[in-house]
């Protein structure tokens, strides 16, 4: 049956301040009402030329009255540790001073720290994609029916649900999917939709990418779309975008500093994932020696 659907530890996260304050940021736009809220954790192989290297994050996914849905990283940790640093650098803040901050294991479209945020069914009949790369937020939608499922017979049990079996391939990637027709919606993490069922899980058949549902709630809950100025792309330059960076993200802070004030004094500070510090030129050969590993392979 074929069905049609509706850098690793130091990969940098930019934050750009002039006198420690942040730039005003509108209100978001409401677009819809969560009935369902579901938790995802996401396991990912966040360089390709290292195996044992795997990230994991929990995303959530929020589907709506009007059947839009969204989904993005769970940020509580990550906005937690943020907000303490924002206070650090602006206590030292002398307005002139431009920061740059690369944190790590908080960024790139691999790891903790995924800055995308994708709108299903929004507006309707298409996908919007939100994304944040450095100084800039960027923006494209796509049309939504891009799966081809093959359901088949095989079964399993996820969270005490009947799951049946459904595969696909899909830009660059053969998946398998497990759905639930006992909550019969047809959505899933990420972009996966289209199934007589929501999708409880879903793996590329390389293990990359695995996405696992780890709770369901029925929270009424405000879907939210945060008004920017976005840069209006497509997903392949923005996928090229994200590459370029990938394989050279000091040019990237180069042209922070090119773009700062005049006298303005711009620092970039690095962090392991122990907390040792990192100067530029390890934080340059570390990022530069890490494989690309996007979950979309066709740009």
Same mark, same amino acid.
């Given at each position: ?7 690793? &530890? ?5 934050? $750009? ?11 978001? #736009? ?5 009935? *369902?809220?579901?938790? %995802? #954790? ?5 360089? &390709? ?23 993005? /990283? ?16 602006? &206590? ?27 709108? @299903?069914? %929004? ?20 049309? /939504? ?55 409880? @899980?879903? &793996? ?10 780890? =709770? ?8 939210? $779309? ?11 330059? *923005?996928?090229?975008?994200?590459? @370029? ?16 004030? =005049? ?9 392991? =994932? ?26």
């Amino acid at each position: 049956m074929i069905m049609s659907c509706a850098f690793s &530890s130091i990969y940098a996260q930019m934050t $750009y301040m002039r006198g420690g304050n942040m730039a005003a940021q509108r209100a978001p #736009k409401v677009i819809d009402t969560a009935i *369902l809220q579901v938790v %995802y #954790k996401r396991h990912s192989l966040i360089d &390709s030329l290292s195996p044992d290297r795997v990230a994991q994050e929990n995303m959530i996914l929020q589907i709506g009255k009007s059947r839009t849905s969204k989904f993005f /990283t769970d940020t509580r940790v990550r906005d937690s540790i943020m907000q303490t640093n924002m206070r650090r650098m602006s &206590s030292g803040g002398t307005g002139t001073t431009v920061q740059v901050q690369s944190m790590g294991g908080m960024g790139g479209p691999n790891g903790f720290g995924d800055q995308s945020i994708i709108f @299903k069914n %929004y507006p309707v009949g298409s996908v919007t994609v939100t994304d944040r790369l450095m100084m800039d937020s960027y923006v494209y939608t796509e049309p /939504t029916n891009q799966f081809q499922w093959q359901i088949l017979p095989e079964v399993d049990t996820i969270l005490f649900y009947s799951c049946q079996k459904a595969i696909a391939t899909f830009r660059g990637r053969d998946y398998e999917a497990w759905f639930t027709p006992d909550i019969p919606v047809n959505e899933g993490p990420w972009k996966f939709c289209g199934l007589p069922g929501l999708i409880l @899980k879903v &793996s590329d058949t390389r293990g990359h990418y695995i996405f696992e549902c780890i =709770s369901l709630e029925q929270v009424p809950t405000a879907m939210e $779309y945060a008004d920017l100025d976005y840069l209006k792309t497509n997903r392949r330059d *923005l996928s090229r975008v994200k590459r @370029k960076f990938h394989e050279d993200p000091m040019a990237a802070i180069e042209s922070i500093r090119a773009s700062a004030p =005049s006298g303005a004094n711009v620092r970039v500070m690095a962090r392991s =994932s122990d907390g040792s510090a990192v100067d530029e030129s390890e934080m340059r050969n570390r990022l530069r020696n890490h494989g690309y590993n996007p979950i979309e392979l066709d740009f």
